[in-house]
Protein backbone atom coordinates (compact mmCIF):
# COMPACT_ATOMS: atom_id res chain seq x y z
CA UNK A 1 0.00 0.00 0.00
CA UNK A 2 1.75 2.91 -1.06
CA UNK A 3 2.24 6.20 1.47
CA UNK A 4 -1.01 8.15 0.24
CA UNK A 5 -3.09 5.08 0.37
CA UNK A 6 -1.58 4.56 3.97
CA UNK A 7 -2.77 7.86 4.94
CA UNK A 8 -6.16 7.95 3.60
CA UNK A 9 -7.02 4.54 5.34
CA UNK A 10 -5.20 5.79 8.85
CA UNK A 11 -8.05 8.60 7.90
CA UNK A 12 -11.05 6.09 7.43
CA UNK A 13 -10.03 4.21 10.53
CA UNK A 14 -9.96 7.49 12.66
CA UNK A 15 -13.20 8.54 11.17
CA UNK A 16 -15.16 5.30 11.82
CA UNK A 17 -13.21 6.03 15.72
CA UNK A 18 -15.03 9.28 15.71
CA UNK A 19 -18.31 8.25 14.90
CA UNK A 20 -18.24 5.22 17.26
CA UNK A 21 -17.49 7.83 19.85
CA UNK A 22 -20.56 10.41 19.15
CA UNK A 23 -22.80 7.53 19.17
CA UNK A 24 -21.35 6.19 22.55
CA UNK A 25 -22.04 10.04 23.67
CA UNK A 26 -25.45 9.60 22.21
CA UNK A 27 -26.14 6.53 24.26
CA UNK A 28 -24.98 7.83 27.75
CA UNK A 29 -27.27 10.42 26.97
CA UNK A 30 -30.36 8.22 26.81
CA UNK A 31 -28.89 7.33 29.73
CA UNK A 32 -28.93 10.12 31.49
CA UNK A 33 -32.03 11.21 30.32
CA UNK A 34 -34.34 8.24 30.99
CA UNK A 35 -33.17 8.18 34.48
CA UNK A 36 -33.67 11.48 34.76
CA UNK A 37 -37.00 11.27 33.03
CA UNK A 38 -37.88 8.71 35.55
CA UNK A 39 -36.86 10.39 38.65
CA UNK A 40 -38.12 13.98 38.25
CA UNK A 41 -40.95 12.66 36.86
CA UNK A 42 -40.66 14.67 33.68
CA UNK A 43 -43.12 12.69 30.75
CA UNK A 44 -42.03 15.53 28.19
CA UNK A 45 -38.32 13.97 28.47
CA UNK A 46 -39.44 10.83 28.43
CA UNK A 47 -40.68 11.16 25.03
CA UNK A 48 -37.69 13.46 23.65
CA UNK A 49 -35.74 10.54 24.93
CA UNK A 50 -37.67 7.83 23.07
CA UNK A 51 -37.69 9.74 20.04
CA UNK A 52 -33.96 10.59 20.06
CA UNK A 53 -33.61 6.45 19.85
CA UNK A 54 -33.89 7.69 15.64
CA UNK A 55 -30.68 9.06 16.12
CA UNK A 56 -29.00 5.87 17.39
CA UNK A 57 -30.71 4.06 14.85
CA UNK A 58 -29.06 6.67 12.21
CA UNK A 59 -25.54 6.08 13.35
CA UNK A 60 -25.70 2.64 13.53
CA UNK A 61 -26.29 2.37 9.67
CA UNK A 62 -24.04 4.93 8.83
CA UNK A 63 -21.38 3.08 10.69
CA UNK A 64 -22.05 -0.19 9.04
CA UNK A 65 -21.83 1.14 5.65
CA UNK A 66 -18.63 3.05 6.31
CA UNK A 67 -16.91 0.08 7.91
CA UNK A 68 -18.34 -2.04 4.35
CA UNK A 69 -16.91 0.68 2.54
CA UNK A 70 -13.25 0.40 3.71
CA UNK A 71 -13.52 -3.62 4.26
CA UNK A 72 -14.15 -2.93 0.65
CA UNK A 73 -11.82 -0.64 -0.46
CA UNK A 74 -8.86 -1.00 1.55
CA UNK A 75 -9.10 -5.16 2.22
CA UNK A 76 -7.16 -4.02 5.65
CA UNK A 77 -5.33 -7.05 7.36
CA UNK A 78 -4.55 -7.87 10.68
CA UNK A 79 -5.15 -6.21 13.92
CA UNK A 80 -7.09 -3.21 11.41
CA UNK A 81 -8.80 -5.93 10.23
CA UNK A 82 -10.05 -6.77 13.62
CA UNK A 83 -10.52 -2.95 14.66
CA UNK A 84 -13.14 -2.86 11.57
CA UNK A 85 -14.88 -6.17 11.75
CA UNK A 86 -15.17 -5.90 16.12
CA UNK A 87 -16.40 -1.90 15.11
CA UNK A 88 -19.49 -3.85 13.17
CA UNK A 89 -20.22 -5.59 16.32
CA UNK A 90 -19.85 -2.92 18.80
CA UNK A 91 -22.28 -0.52 16.77
CA UNK A 92 -25.21 -3.48 17.26
CA UNK A 93 -24.28 -2.80 21.30
CA UNK A 94 -24.70 0.40 21.54
CA UNK A 95 -28.11 -0.16 19.27
CA UNK A 96 -29.55 -2.36 21.71
CA UNK A 97 -28.28 0.09 25.18
CA UNK A 98 -30.09 2.61 22.95
CA UNK A 99 -33.31 0.00 22.70
CA UNK A 100 -33.03 -0.39 26.60
CA UNK A 101 -33.19 3.19 27.17
CA UNK A 102 -36.07 3.46 25.17
CA UNK A 103 -37.97 0.89 27.02
CA UNK A 104 -36.90 2.95 30.34
CA UNK A 105 -38.33 5.96 28.86
CA UNK A 106 -41.22 4.34 28.17
CA UNK A 107 -42.11 2.67 31.33
CA UNK A 108 -41.42 6.48 32.93
CA UNK A 109 -44.08 7.97 31.34
CA UNK A 110 -46.36 4.96 32.53
CA UNK A 111 -45.36 5.49 35.94
CA UNK A 112 -45.36 9.03 36.24
CA UNK A 113 -48.91 8.77 36.07
CA UNK A 114 -49.23 7.03 39.44
CA UNK A 115 -48.31 7.91 43.07
CA UNK A 116 -44.20 6.92 43.45
CA UNK A 117 -43.79 3.76 45.40
CA UNK A 118 -40.65 4.47 46.77
CA UNK A 119 -37.68 7.29 46.16
CA UNK A 120 -35.51 5.93 43.71
CA UNK A 121 -32.46 5.32 45.52
CA UNK A 122 -30.36 2.07 44.07
CA UNK A 123 -32.00 2.67 40.57
CA UNK A 124 -29.82 5.76 40.20
CA UNK A 125 -26.60 3.73 41.32
CA UNK A 126 -26.97 1.16 39.06
CA UNK A 127 -27.77 3.45 35.88
CA UNK A 128 -24.95 5.30 36.86
CA UNK A 129 -22.31 2.26 36.83
CA UNK A 130 -24.05 1.36 33.30
CA UNK A 131 -23.17 4.53 31.95
CA UNK A 132 -19.56 4.67 33.37
CA UNK A 133 -19.25 1.01 32.11
CA UNK A 134 -20.47 1.95 28.73
CA UNK A 135 -17.75 5.03 28.52
CA UNK A 136 -14.94 2.94 30.04
CA UNK A 137 -15.88 0.38 27.28
CA UNK A 138 -15.44 2.70 24.27
CA UNK A 139 -12.73 4.23 25.56
CA UNK A 140 -10.67 0.97 25.82
CA UNK A 141 -11.48 0.09 22.63
CA UNK A 142 -10.18 3.48 20.86
CA UNK A 143 -6.92 3.30 22.98
CA UNK A 144 -6.84 -0.35 22.90
CA UNK A 145 -6.79 -0.52 26.27
CA UNK A 146 -7.17 -4.46 27.27
CA UNK A 147 -6.82 -3.58 31.55
CA UNK A 148 -9.10 -0.84 31.43
CA UNK A 149 -11.45 -3.34 29.20
CA UNK A 150 -11.02 -5.98 31.96
CA UNK A 151 -12.22 -3.30 34.84
CA UNK A 152 -15.48 -3.31 32.69
CA UNK A 153 -16.01 -6.72 33.12
CA UNK A 154 -15.80 -6.99 36.97
CA UNK A 155 -17.94 -4.22 37.26
CA UNK A 156 -20.84 -5.85 35.65
CA UNK A 157 -20.97 -8.05 39.09
CA UNK A 158 -21.60 -4.65 41.06
CA UNK A 159 -24.71 -4.01 38.51
CA UNK A 160 -26.10 -7.76 38.66
CA UNK A 161 -25.76 -7.09 42.58
CA UNK A 162 -27.74 -4.46 42.96
CA UNK A 163 -30.51 -5.58 40.44
CA UNK A 164 -30.90 -8.88 42.42
CA UNK A 165 -31.00 -6.33 45.89
CA UNK A 166 -33.92 -3.98 43.65
CA UNK A 167 -36.08 -7.49 42.59
CA UNK A 168 -35.46 -8.85 46.39
CA UNK A 169 -36.81 -5.27 47.74
CA UNK A 170 -39.73 -5.20 44.61
CA UNK A 171 -40.94 -9.00 45.62
CA UNK A 172 -41.26 -7.88 49.09
CA UNK A 173 -43.40 -5.04 48.37
CA UNK A 174 -45.47 -7.10 46.37
CA UNK A 175 -46.31 -9.83 48.83
CA UNK A 176 -47.50 -7.33 51.45
CA UNK A 177 -49.47 -4.85 49.66
CA UNK A 178 -50.90 -5.96 46.43
CA UNK A 179 -51.93 -2.07 45.46
CA UNK A 180 -48.13 -2.04 44.54
CA UNK A 181 -47.61 -5.02 41.66
CA UNK A 182 -48.12 -2.73 38.83
CA UNK A 183 -45.66 0.12 39.87
CA UNK A 184 -43.39 -2.65 41.14
CA UNK A 185 -43.63 -4.52 37.70
CA UNK A 186 -42.70 -1.45 35.67
CA UNK A 187 -39.42 -0.59 38.07
CA UNK A 188 -38.82 -4.22 37.79
CA UNK A 189 -38.42 -4.44 34.36
CA UNK A 190 -36.24 -0.83 34.82
CA UNK A 191 -33.48 -2.66 36.70
CA UNK A 192 -33.70 -5.13 34.47
CA UNK A 193 -32.54 -3.05 31.36
CA UNK A 194 -29.69 -1.33 33.04
CA UNK A 195 -28.53 -4.82 33.50
CA UNK A 196 -28.71 -5.49 30.28
CA UNK A 197 -27.02 -1.67 29.61
CA UNK A 198 -24.26 -3.03 31.70
CA UNK A 199 -23.82 -6.57 29.78
CA UNK A 200 -24.05 -4.63 26.34
CA UNK A 201 -20.88 -2.96 27.93
CA UNK A 202 -19.51 -5.86 28.97
CA UNK A 203 -19.76 -7.39 25.32
CA UNK A 204 -17.65 -4.07 24.25
CA UNK A 205 -15.39 -4.38 26.73
CA UNK A 206 -15.17 -8.28 25.68
CA UNK A 207 -14.50 -7.51 21.98
CA UNK A 208 -11.67 -5.08 22.93
CA UNK A 209 -9.82 -7.53 24.82
CA UNK A 210 -9.89 -10.01 22.05
CA UNK A 211 -9.23 -7.46 19.73
CA UNK A 212 -6.13 -6.05 21.50
CA UNK A 213 -5.06 -9.86 22.93
CA UNK A 214 -6.81 -12.00 20.28
CA UNK A 215 -8.11 -13.69 23.73
CA UNK A 216 -11.68 -14.60 23.53
CA UNK A 217 -12.59 -14.12 27.46
CA UNK A 218 -16.70 -14.90 27.05
CA UNK A 219 -18.67 -16.67 29.25
CA UNK A 220 -15.13 -17.09 31.01
CA UNK A 221 -16.41 -14.55 33.68
CA UNK A 222 -15.16 -11.33 34.89
CA UNK A 223 -12.40 -13.35 36.38
CA UNK A 224 -10.87 -14.74 33.17
Do not use: W
Not at 45 to 66: G, K, S, W
Not at 142 to 159: N, Q
Not at 195 to 212: G, K, P, Q, W
Amino acid sequence: MTKHLMSQFDADLKEIRSMLLEMGGKVEKMITDSMKALIERDTELALATIEYDHEINRLEVEIDERCLEVLALRQPTARDLRFITLALKIVTDLERIGDQCRNIAKRATELNYLPPLKPYIDLPRMAAIAASMVTEALDAFVRGDDELAYGVCRRDDEVDLLNEQIQRELLTFMIEDTTTITRAIQITAIAKCLERVADHATNVAEMVIFMVKGKDIRHLGSGA
